[in-house]
């Protein structure tokens, strides 16, 4: 069932078959701890011989192995194995709903859905219901690419966030008495899981109905207090080049088939996803900060200034003893439309004021001008840190500056990227390593 004027489709969802082991059948987003194989050692270990997405995923860590495209066969092999045997099962139509206990908060709720790929689009000046929130590098689809263009099946770790304050979508449904679809503790400090079957026409109806209520366009300009704004009813939030990549191989599907029309059909042109209430309380958003190497400081920060002039905007440098005197700065400059962005260097640390700022988030102002800096640096690199105290050690030493960027108001989300459209990369980090979701829930991209 295909709801088009909310980009959703009722899905078909597969799960593994009753005696199945699912503390081994679940394991983490394959796009984390990408620099920690040790990680994914225990998770091997673990697992052992039992059936797990562990055999049907490719773990990032591993993507520049030589043995990669074996490695994408064997994924593909196990996927159909799991098909053939009846590991896997059909539910039938319905949603999953999904309750989520971390490490960090009680309870982060979530709908599985399937999303329609032909009403998303990442490029800049995209006025699709489902937009992408940060920008797309292109260059990261081929690897990922490869991975899923044979696969008969997907298994997601998208997690896709929609703009609620009401609550009038994911949260009524835990009011109703659903039959459990499962009941986990996963692996490696990941929490718990639980999910229930969403398959009545009573219970659907509800759901889709509270989205086509957020997609009016009357109220959607009241929501956010714009006019001539095309509507956004989805914007990404982890696994943003996952689903790239599915509407990359949807588009290649779409040109290359024979019949136009029996191809809008095909499972392909749907992905499945975990709708988030960006307004639920067991979702945070935590700030990824910058340090630059091998750079001159005083003319990076120099240059900034230039490259604000140019865009009508005035910085103010203020070189501060001690971070007790930079807080104490900070703590000075009140009133609207300014962007503070401490920062410190070999000299010490200091605190830059943008005034009347072309963007809405700092991160954009300060990200907008490194990528341009960058670009004419060559030496130069940057890394993305969390947590203030790597920054003040790595942007202390010669050579290097680091930048403490806020962390995004999650409840700022929507309208920013109604106004300044996808985010720089690396604005925000939803929850910790540990809380990034989980594979559970597959389903079948193949006809």
């Given at each position: 069932?295909?709801?088009?004027?909310?980009?959703?489709?009722?899905?078909?969802?597969?799960?593994?078959?009753?005696?199945?082991?699912?503390?081994?059948?679940?394991?983490?987003?394959?796009?984390?701890?990408?620099?920690?194989?040790?990680?994914?050692?225990?998770?091997?270990?673990?697992?052992?011989?039992?059936?797990?997405?562990?055999?049907?995923?490719?773990?990032?860590?591993?993507?520049?192995?030589?043995?990669?495209?074996?490695?994408?066969?064997?994924?593909?092999?196990?996927?159909?194995?799991?098909?053939?045997?009846?590991?896997?099962?059909?539910?039938?139509?319905?949603?999953?709903?999904?309750?989520?206990?971390?490490?960090?908060?009680?309870?982060?709720?979530?709908?599985?859905?399937?999303?329609?790929?032909?009403?998303?689009?990442?490029?800049?000046?995209?006025?699709?219901?489902?937009?992408?929130?940060?920008?797309?590098?292109?260059?990261?689809?081929?690897?990922?690419?490869?991975?899923?263009?044979?696969?008969?099946?997907?298994?997601?770790?998208?997690?896709?966030?929609?703009?609620?304050?009401?609550?009038?979508?994911?949260?009524?449904?835990?009011?109703?008495e659903l039959d459990t679809a499962y009941d986990i503790t996963l692996?490696?400090?990941?929490?718990?899981?639980?999910?229930?079957?969403?398959?009545?026409?009573?219970?659907?109806?509800?759901?889709?109905?509270?989205?086509?209520?957020?997609?009016?366009?009357?109220?959607?300009?009241?929501?956010?207090?714009?006019?001539?704004?095309?509507?956004?009813?989805?914007?990404?939030?982890?696994?943003?080049?996952?689903?790239?990549?599915?509407?990359?191989?949807?588009?290649?599907?779409?040109?290359?088939?024979?019949?136009?029309?029996?191809?809008?059909?095909?499972?392909?042109?749907?992905?499945?996803?975990?709708?988030?209430?960006?307004?639920?309380?067991?979702?945070?958003?935590?700030?990824?900060?910058?340090?630059?190497?091998?750079?001159?400081?005083?003319?990076?920060?120099?240059?900034?200034?230039?490259?604000?002039?140019?865009?009508?905007?005035?910085?103010?440098?203020?070189?501060?003893?001690?971070?007790?005197?930079?807080?104490?700065?900070?703590?000075?400059?009140?009133?609207?439309?300014?962007?503070?962005?401490?920062?410190?260097?070999?000299?010490?640390?200091?605190?830059?004021?943008?005034?009347?700022?072309?963007?809405?988030?700092?991160?954009?102002?300060?990200?907008?001008?490194?990528?341009?800096?960058?670009?004419?640096?060559?030496?130069?690199?940057?890394?993305?840190?969390?947590?203030?105290?790597?920054?003040?050690?790595?942007?202390?030493?010669?050579?290097?500056?680091?930048?403490?960027?806020?962390?995004?108001?999650?409840?700022?989300?929507?309208?920013?990227?109604?106004?300044?459209?996808?985010?720089?990369?690396?604005?925000?980090?939803?929850?910790?390593?540990?809380?990034?979701?989980?594979?559970?829930?597959?389903?079948?991209?193949?006809?």
């Amino acid at each position: 069932m295909i709801f088009k004027n909310i980009a959703l489709q009722l899905p078909r969802i597969l799960l593994p078959k009753a005696g199945t082991d699912l503390a081994k059948w679940a394991v983490i987003a394959c796009d984390q701890y990408t620099s920690e194989p040790e990680y994914w050692n225990k998770a091997a270990a673990i697992v052992g011989d039992e059936p797990s997405t562990l055999n049907i995923i490719f773990p990032e860590v591993y993507l520049e192995d030589e043995d990669s495209e074996q490695r994408i066969t064997a994924i593909n092999r196990a996927m159909q194995n799991y098909l053939d045997e009846g590991i896997l099962e059909d539910q039938g139509e319905g949603f999953i709903l999904v309750d989520r206990k971390t490490s960090e908060v009680e309870s982060r709720k979530g709908l599985m859905v399937a999303l329609d790929l032909d009403q998303y689009d990442y490029n800049e000046g995209a006025t699709t219901l489902i937009r992408a929130t940060e920008g797309t590098i292109v260059d990261r689809l081929p690897p990922r690419i490869r991975v899923r263009q044979n696969a008969p099946i997907e298994l997601p770790h998208i997690m896709v966030l929609i703009d609620d304050p009401k609550k009038t979508v994911i949260e009524p449904l835990f009011e109703k008495e659903l039959d459990t679809a499962y009941d986990i503790t996963l692996m490696l400090n990941g929490g718990h899981v639980k999910g229930w079957r969403v398959n009545d026409a009573e219970t659907v109806k509800q759901v889709t109905d509270a989205l086509a209520a957020l997609a009016d366009p009357e109220a959607f300009a009241d929501r956010y207090d714009v006019s001539d704004k095309p509507v956004v009813l989805y914007a990404m939030g982890d696994g943003n080049h996952s689903f790239a990549t599915a509407k990359a191989i949807w588009e290649e599907l779409k040109q290359n088939a024979v019949d136009k029309e029996a191809i809008m059909n095909h499972p392909a042109r749907f992905a499945l996803v975990e709708l988030v209430n960006v307004h639920d309380p067991g979702l945070e958003f935590e700030p990824i900060h910058r340090v630059l190497f091998d750079v001159d400081a005083e003319a990076l920060l120099a240059g900034l200034g230039e490259f604000c002039a140019a865009k009508d905007a005035t910085v103010t440098l203020h070189r501060c003893a001690d971070r007790v005197e930079l807080a104490a700065r900070q703590a000075t400059e009140t009133g609207d439309n300014k962007h503070l962005i401490p920062f410190v260097d070999a000299t010490g640390c200091g605190l830059l004021v943008v005034e009347n700022p072309a963007f809405h988030l700092t991160v954009a102002t300060l990200q907008s001008y490194l990528d341009v800096y960058l670009e004419k640096n060559v030496k130069a690199r940057i890394d993305y840190i969390h947590g203030d105290e790597p920054v003040t050690r790595l942007g202390s030493q010669p050579g290097n500056i680091g930048f403490y960027l806020p962390a995004i108001s999650k409840h700022d989300l929507f309208k920013t990227i109604i106004l300044d459209g996808a985010l720089p990369r690396k604005t925000f980090s939803m929850g910790e390593a540990d809380e990034k979701r989980f594979y559970l829930e597959c389903r079948k991209i193949i006809e």
